[in-house]
């Protein structure tokens, strides 16, 4: 089958870029060695990928197959998923941002600078798999993971992500576009790098990145008019922004905002029903307190608020559960002025001295579940966590920090310091434990469980636009997913291997959430059962060719 290929070369020193129409039919007779087998040749991938010491070596070794032999690729991350996971997305893909400039090897994906001002349609249109062109993920590298900016060097997030999109979704691979927004860094050691690939230059303007923005939104819909943009780690203010400018007029979604949102609410949603068997607290009664304002914390809020006020809680009701800690403390009114993103959640009800310490919120609080998206290491201390544990039978702590070496606590000492009794999921990955003779499984609450099967169903229906209700559809999705033995096994996210499963289910629930406001375009779809439509998912979904 023939396949555009982008393929880079060099001449005096000088990157230059061949698009070409390949075919990759077996190649003639004598091109390869006589005892190649493909299933062999896997063993063989592997063996070289877990002969390399450190992570980003294999990450490099991933990158390199990937783009040598993309079938390889996909079948060894969909065959192995618990293992490659972590190293072509969080906290490896964390490394490879740090050193993007210095591992750097081929082009893939697309940069677009503020010098592209003018002509980023001329720039879009050289793509040269237009029609194709289903989804992209699309960042400004200004906080990237916990690390903050990293501008251009922020491209990896872009392209991890959409590797999951086809791991984890069956998105065809010709169909996505990582992209990286570069209008400067305010990150000195990126700029006195010698090495670094980006603009040498402070950040633009709000303004200024507003103009280039509108630009750039209007001619990703005229190049790619059935492309579905994933935002990915911009600034608080920017994701919020852009979010709000951009939701209604193109299909558009915040990864950090709803995404993270989703995944929360769905492990918040199993945790809750475990603690309620100890406490017997009903699941609208929940107390929930967040360490970190931000997009995703603030994301999750308003995912959790809009949870509770479908099930018949008033909203101030709803509201009244959720606190906010920042930086300087608990979000509350008499406090000062405040981001605009933070004022939904402040406290009307408090009035005393700034509450700082964490352990001196928790017994103001008395929260029930504990979730850190504040991007600080061991902000989680034996005393916050056994603060917890005095006032909850099951506490449910939820470090959601990325990556790893940023998680507000470990999974071993969420144990220890609870005597085992917490529920607990990170937003990066820990392996297993066994905590007083019980198998005990880390939760990764991490967006990547639902925005594979969120952009599936959302391309399936050519959805013009992403509701409220498709996201919290894939939230509910995920949540259903859970089968009877890994709730025994009191996980509160399913496994990871099962990724392709879960997406399918979330794909269907985005699609009739779609189908619900007349938002979807492909209306042959529309009257299909249930059956019908998961059986067209699952057969839609790309499959790799070994
Ligand atoms: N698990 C997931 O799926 C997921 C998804 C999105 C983001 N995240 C992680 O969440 C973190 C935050 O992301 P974001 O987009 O909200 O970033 P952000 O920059 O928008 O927000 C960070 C928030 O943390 C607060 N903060 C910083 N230092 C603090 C401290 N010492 N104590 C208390 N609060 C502090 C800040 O005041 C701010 O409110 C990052 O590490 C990111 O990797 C995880
Ligand atoms: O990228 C991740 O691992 C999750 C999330 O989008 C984040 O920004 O941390
Ligand atoms: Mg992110």
Redesign the pocket.
């Known amino acids: 089958m023939p396949t555009a290929v982008l393929t880079p070369y060099w001449v005096n020193g000088v990157q230059r870029l061949k698009v070409e129409s390949r075919t990759i039919d077996p190649p003639p007779r004598g091109y390869t060695p006589p005892a190649l087998n493909p299933s062999l040749h896997v063993q063989r991938c592997l063996e070289q990928l877990r002969s390399k010491d450190k992570n980003i070596e294999k990450y490099i070794f991933l990158s390199h197959l990937k783009n040598s032999d993309e079938d390889m690729f996909y079948k060894i991350c969909l065959e192995h998923m618990h293992e490659i996971t972590p190293l072509i997305y969080?906290p490896t893909v964390g490394d490879a941002c740090l050193q993007f400039s210095h591992i750097y090897r081929r082009p893939e994906g697309l940069f677009i600078s503020i010098k592209d001002k003018g002509r980023i349609g001329q720039i879009l249109r050289s793509w040269p798999r237009k029609d194709e062109a289903r989804i992209s993920v699309v960042t400004d590298g200004s906080?990237?993971?916990?690390?903050?900016d990293l501008g251009l060097n922020g491209m990896p997030i872009s392209i991890g992500k959409l590797s999951l999109y086809i791991a984890g979704a069956g998105i065809r691979p010709k169909s996505s576009i990582p992209i990286c927004i570069d209008v400067g860094t305010n990150n000195q050691k990126n700029l006195d790098d010698p090495l670094y690939l980006g603009l040498r230059q402070k950040r633009i303007s709000d303004a200024e990145m507003t103009d280039l923005m509108d630009e750039f939104m209007h001619e990703m819909k005229l190049t790619f008019p059935k492309l579905l943009v994933q935002f990915e780690?911009?600034?608080?203010e920017h994701?919020f922004h852009y979010l709000e400018r951009y939701r209604r007029q193109y299909p558009v979604f915040n990864?950090?905002?709803q995404?993270?949102g989703c995944?929360?609410l769905s492990g918040f949603i199993s945790a809750a029903k475990l603690a309620s068997e100890a406490a017997g607290t009903p699941l609208t009664e929940q107390r929930i307190l967040f360490?970190?304002?931000?997009?995703?914390?603030?994301?999750v809020a308003e995912q959790l608020l809009s949870f509770f006020t479908l099930h018949d809680v008033s909203p101030e009701e709803a509201k009244s559960r959720i606190y906010?800690?920042?930086?300087?403390?608990l979000v509350y009114d008499a406090r000062g002025p405040l981001?605009e993103h933070?004022k939904l959640f402040s406290r009307h009800d408090y009035q005393g001295p700034p509450l700082k310490d964490?352990v001196d919120i928790i017994h103001h609080v008395k929260p029930t579940a504990l979730f850190?998206?504040?991007?600080?290491r061991g902000?989680f201390t034996r005393e916050v966590i056994e603060a917890m544990a005095s006032i909850n039978a099951r506490p449910i702590v939820?470090p959601?920090?990325?990556?790893v070496s940023?998680s507000e606590c470990t999974f071993e000492e969420a144990l220890e310091w609870t005597k085992g009794t917490v529920i607990f999921a990170?937003?990066?990955p820990f392996d297993d434990v066994t905590f007083n003779g019980k198998q005990r499984y880390a939760g990764?609450?991490?967006?990547?469980y639902v925005f594979p099967g969120l952009g599936l169903g959302a391309i399936l229906c050519q959805a013009q636009q992403v509701t409220f209700c498709m996201i919290e559809g894939a939230a509910l999705a995920l949540a259903d997913s859970l089968t009877d033995e890994e709730r025994a096994e009191e996980r509160v996210y399913p496994q990871l291997d099962r990724i392709r499963d879960i997406s399918a289910l979330i794909a269907c629930r985005v699609i009739r959430a779609a189908q619900k406001v007349f938002v979807d375009q492909n209306i042959a779809i529309r009257g299909m059962s249930d059956a019908e439509l998961l059986t067209y998912v699952k057969m839609k979904m790309w499959k790799p060719q070994i």
């Open positions: 969080t906080r990237i993971l916990g690390l903050g780690d911009f600034s608080t994701a990864d950090d905002i995404g993270t995944v929360v360490l970190g304002a931000g997009s995703a914390g603030v994301g906010l800690a920042d930086s300087q403390g981001a933070k964490l850190g998206l504040s991007t600080t902000a939820f959601l920090s990325n990556p940023l990170s937003g990066s990764q609450g991490n967006n990547m």
